[in-house]
């Protein structure tokens, strides 16, 4: 595993994460330990020491998970990493913050943690009253003067001119946002964390596995056309030094191993393989209209539809003209659901033509995604 110094902390992390956020579940929704706690040793075993996770992921027990899995290991050498959400107003003052926190470190079975995250932290929120007396701010500064939090960061889907206004105010340590190859709006904000010294953590670094297709995607030449297109991904991440850390929401044995060794083999992209990268990127330029990070956050759907998914072959259609596979996989969609090696899993959920256009998910996606517009399209273009 390679390392690198975390911004101005003075620890020093991998430059792969474990992001705790996709972690195995029970069908009751709660984090399956007896899969997911070997799988969190198993990246720490290979030298990942910075884990992510957040208060509500696993509907709360992924903080449970990560706690189980590093009581047998020296906690001076893991770099943990969760989240607060504070841009409503209410759960950002300050008496309702500090409950929150340490009712994450009850979970967590632990007497610190390396840094908290406000969650998904928006400029306006932060200007409005995270930064204000009596909030969100304040309560993380008091968590630090108690020795509950060593560092402070945020994490955001903010704009990239409003995340670049919240590193600018230099209230922070770290930074957890969005960027891969085929997203490089955070770029601007990126280099503005780094000159200050602050520690960058990306997330998406495969685009959610928007990346994640049937095989392996060949680029002829340059020693790259063995290489999955993952690894590219996460290697021109990588290739930004303004980056710290590449999170990748692992939930499977293999996915681990793979990752772990593209970290250990990483060389920072040529000019040759960055402009094969640039041409794969204008040749798949569509993706950008239909740009699901399979975050989540718009789900559960009332009606059950699996909109991440569904968005996933939509993606091996209409970028990678993989229209075969992609009508094959959404055929398989039923309330049984069905085994996917693409998903490292079971596939759940329903077929976007079990759409009922409520309109409860659009809200809630932090890429602003015509959702339902979207659903319509794939169901006509993969339903028949």
């Not at 994460?17 to 075993?45: H, N, S, W």
């Not at 913050?97 to 007497?111: V, Y």
Request: glycine share 10%.
């Amino acid at each position: 595993m390679k390392y690198k110094p975390y911004g101005k902390t003075g620890r020093t992390v991998s430059m792969l994460g474990f992001g705790a956020m996709r972690l195995p579940a029970q069908k009751d929704g709660t984090c399956d330990y007896a899969r997911a706690v070997p799988m969190l040793r198993e990246g720490i075993d290979a030298g990942i020491n910075y884990i992510d996770t957040a208060r509500g992921y696993i509907t709360g027990t992924s903080e449970i998970a990560v706690g189980k899995a590093i009581k047998s290991y020296d906690r001076e050498t893991l770099f943990v990493v969760t989240k607060i959400p504070s841009n409503d107003i209410e759960n950002s003052r300050e008496l309702e913050w500090r409950k929150q926190l340490e009712q994450q470190l009850a979970r967590f079975d632990m007497p610190y943690i390396d840094m908290i995250l406000f969650h998904g932290l928006k400029w306006d929120a932060f200007n409005e009253h995270v930064g204000k007396p009596g909030y969100a701010l304040a309560a993380a500064r008091a968590a630090q003067n108690d020795g509950l939090v060593r560092h402070v960061g945020f994490s955001s889907h903010d704009s990239a001119e409003n995340i670049t206004r919240l590193v600018e105010t230099r209230e922070f340590d770290g930074v957890l946002l969005q960027y891969n190859f085929l997203d490089r709006r955070n770029e601007g904000a990126i280099d503005a964390a780094a000159r200050i010294g602050m520690g960058v953590t990306v997330m998406g670094p495969v685009a959610g596995g928007r990346l994640g297709v049937p095989g392996a995607v060949a680029l002829d030449g340059e020693g790259m056309e063995q290489m999955r297109v993952p690894e590219i991904a996460l290697r021109f991440v990588w290739s930004n030094p303004g980056v710290t850390v590449a999170l990748s929401g692992m939930n499977a044995m293999d996915q681990i191993h793979e990752n772990v060794a593209a970290a250990e083999r990483m060389t920072e992209i040529g000019d040759a393989e960055r402009r094969k990268v640039a041409g794969l990127v204008e040749r798949n330029a569509e993706l950008m209209k239909l740009y699901c990070t399979a975050c989540g956050y718009c789900m559960p759907c009332p009606n059950g539809v699996n909109i991440p998914e569904n968005f996933r072959y939509m993606n091996w259609h209409k970028v990678w003209g993989l229209t075969k596979e992609a009508k094959e996989a959404y055929a398989k969609f039923s309330p049984d659901g069905f085994w996917a090696p693409w998903a490292t899993g079971q596939v759940t959920g329903l077929s976007a033509s079990e759409c009922v256009e409520c309109g409860e998910c659009e809200p809630k996606c932090p890429q602003n995604i015509p959702i339902i517009k979207q659903l319509k399209e794939t169901a006509a273009a993969l339903g028949s």
